[in-house]
């Protein structure tokens, strides 16, 4: 599956560095990226993709064999491999399935508060069902969707991601592929099994928020046997929105890591 892409660089791109990729989280989208897609496209070309059932990608059923056959396809139609990855939450785990199933693809690995492993996601599983089940009214405008999205979101920021998903007006939908996703859910909260030896040599750093709980020791050895020369980095202030709650912390750790691996 092509998946939809967003693509900025600079006017005369140094073709001696491979490209920087951003996958987005569940119920995400290419854009949540944008400020950091942005800046790193002065000097580097850069690929956003909104994963299969988010943003303008085509829907349908979704693993992460999947999900990571889709990122290859869609960044080799785009002579973009192979490429340095950045995935968030479940574009993390799909950026590192894309490492390990397709190894030569990638240059190097950024994972974003997400471990190889079950875990995670518990609270959107419930989120998804309870969107999915809400019908839709006949007019929605930003005030009413938040209104509306209320009912089963206490949490601003959380509406405001979920608004993006929605096209407003008379007849409003969701844009993107809810039902699949709730469909889906039980394999994005896991991880699948792997053949014994299968790792990823490349250099990855794994960049967990310090109030977040998705990555734990109890996770360090699946960590060490399926990316050998890891490192993980925390930073302090931030859950599991790693990007969106210490911007700049981030972005210090994304160019440093882009400048050594």
């Known amino acids: 599956m092509l998946l939809n892409t967003i693509e900025l660089g600079p006017e005369n791109d140094d073709l001696s560095q491979p490209p920087v990729v951003f996958l987005h989280g569940l119920f995400g989208r290419a854009r949540n990226f944008g400020f950091f897609q942005r800046r790193i496209a002065a000097t580097r070309r850069t690929l956003a993709l909104d994963l299969r059932n988010h943003g303008a990608s085509p829907h349908g059923p979704m693993d992460y064999p999947t999900l990571a056959a889709d990122v290859c396809e869609t960044l080799a139609a785009h002579n973009a491999l192979p490429a340095t990855v950045v995935g968030h939450s479940m574009g993390g785990k799909t950026a590192m399935m894309l490492a390990l199933s397709f190894p030569?693809?990638?240059?190097?690995?950024?994972?974003?508060?997400?471990?190889?492993?079950?875990?995670?996601?518990?609270?959107?599983?419930?989120?998804?069902?309870?969107?999915?089940?809400?019908?839709?009214?006949?007019?929605?405008?930003?005030?009413?969707?938040?209104?509306?999205?209320?009912?089963?979101?206490?949490?601003?920021?959380?509406?405001?991601?979920?608004?993006?998903?929605?096209?407003?007006?008379?007849?409003?939908?969701?844009?993107?592929?809810?039902?699949?996703?709730?469909?889906?859910?039980?394999?994005?909260?896991?991880?699948?099994?792997?053949?014994?030896?299968?790792?990823?040599?490349?250099?990855?750093?794994?960049?967990?928020?310090?109030?977040?709980?998705?990555?734990q020791p109890d996770n360090y050895p699946a960590m060490r046997r399926l990316f050998p020369h890891y490192r993980l980095e925390t930073i302090p202030d931030a859950g599991h929105w790693v990007h969106a709650q210490a911007p700049q912390a981030f972005l210090t750790a994304l160019e440093h890591f882009l400048r050594v691996a």
């Open 104 to 215: 030569a693809e990638v240059h190097s690995l950024m994972v974003v508060d997400i471990a190889p492993g079950e875990g995670g996601f518990s609270q959107s599983h419930e989120l998804a069902r309870k969107l999915a089940d809400l019908p839709l009214p006949d007019f929605l405008d930003r005030a009413g969707a938040d209104a509306w999205l209320r009912q089963v979101i206490p949490e601003k920021s959380v509406r405001d991601l979920m608004l993006m998903n929605l096209d407003l007006g008379e007849r409003p939908r969701w844009n993107i592929g809810l039902r699949e996703i709730v469909a889906s859910m039980p394999v994005i909260i896991g991880w699948p099994d792997l053949q014994p030896g299968i790792h990823y040599d490349g250099p990855t750093l794994f960049v967990a928020g310090g109030r977040s709980h998705y990555i």
